[in-house]
C-alpha cells in the first residue's frame, strides 16, 4: 500500500519562501505522475502543481506560475515543491499526491494516494 509523507511546512512572513518535501513509500515512485493540492477550511481541495512520471511537463495553477516550481527525485522517492515570492493567499494545508498513471493531473479524483498534508501559514 502507498504511502506519502509530507513536510516542510511552517509560517513565514509574506515574501518568503518554503520548500515542500513529499518521501513516497509500497509503490514504483517512477510509475508515477505526482501532484501538489493546497486545501482551505470550507473550501475544496485545489490543484497546486503536477509533474510526469518522467519528470517532464510540469504543469501549474495560475496562481502557482512563476512562483512555484514542482520537482522529483526519483532516487530518493521524492517530490518537492519550492514556493517563492509567497503570499498570505498560499496559505493552507498543502498535500502531496500519486497519481494512477504518469500523465501530470489536475484533478483530485485523478490521484490514488494522498499525504496527511502539512500546514502552510502566510502572514501579511
Known amino acids: 500500500q502507498g504511502q506519502l509523507a509530507e513536510s516542510g511546512g511552517g509560517l513565514v512572513q509574506a515574501g518568503a519562501s518554503l520548500r515542500l518535501s513529499c518521501v513516497a513509500s509500497?509503490?514504483?515512485?517512477?510509475?508515477?505522475?505526482m501532484g501538489w493540492f493546497r486545501q482551505t477550511p470550507g473550501k475544496e481541495r485545489e490543484f497546486v502543481a503536477a509533474?510526469?512520471?518522467?519528470?517532464?511537463?510540469?504543469t501549474y495553477a495560475d496562481s502557482a506560475k512563476g512562483r512555484f516550481t514542482i520537482s522529483r527525485d526519483d532516487a530518493k522517492n521524492t517530490l518537492y515543491l519550492q514556493m517563492n515570492s509567497l503570499k498570505p493567499e498560499d496559505t493552507g494545508v498543502y498535500y502531496c499526491?500519486?497519481?494512477?498513471?504518469?500523465?501530470?493531473?489536475?484533478?483530485?479524483?485523478?490521484?490514488?494516494?494522498w499525504g496527511q498534508g502539512t500546514q502552510v501559514t502566510v502572514s501579511s
Open positions: 509533474i510526469s512520471g518522467s519528470g517532464s511537463d510540469p
Open positions: 509500497g509503490l514504483t515512485f517512477i510509475s508515477h505522475a
Open positions: 499526491a500519486a497519481a494512477g498513471g504518469m500523465a501530470p493531473l489536475r484533478f483530485v479524483g485523478d490521484y490514488a494516494y
